[in-house]
Nanobody, 122 residues
Framework: QVQLAESGGGLVQTGGSLRLSCAAS????????MGWFRRAPEKEREFVAA????????FYSDSVKGRFTISRDKPKNTVYLQMNSLQPGDTAVYYC???????????????WGQGTQVTVSS
């Protein structure tokens, strides 16, 4: 069983940066594809970024490409989302997700964290 816990959210001004962390428990984490999603108030959940189990392939939504970077540290069982040039439109609850079936299934991931709030002030 894999459990995920996000941290690193907070309040930041437009143009600022934050780094989210997702700590995973469970020895199978290293074989999981991992992803980040977000949900803004009154909006649908949105895919943000994903990384395959080796860490060699990354994927981003068009809205964050070039500003956000996903990475993973297997020895630390942690996935990161470095967010730069933040805009008010990035305000949302950010969720970490993990799935053993690979990146194509990440939207239907088996494991989800509780989320961390990111607020970008204008």
């Amino acid at each position: 069983q894999v459990q995920l816990a996000e941290s690193g959210g907070g309040l930041v001004q437009t143009g600022g940066s934050l780094r989210l962390s997702c700590a995973a428990s469970g020895r199978t984490f290293s074989t999981y594809a991992m992803g980040w999603f977000r949900r803004a108030p009154e909006k649908e959940r949105e895919f943000v970024a994903a990384i395959n189990w080796t860490g060699e392939r990354t994927f981003y939504s068009d809205s964050v490409k070039g500003r956000f970077t996903i990475s993973r540290d297997k020895p630390k069982n942690t996935v990161y989302l470095q967010m730069n040039s933040l805009q008010p439109g990035d305000t949302a609850v950010y969720y970490c997700a993990g799935d053993p079936r690979g990146v194509p299934m990440i939207d239907q991931a088996e494991h989800w964290g509780q989320g961390t709030q990111v607020t970008v002030s204008s």
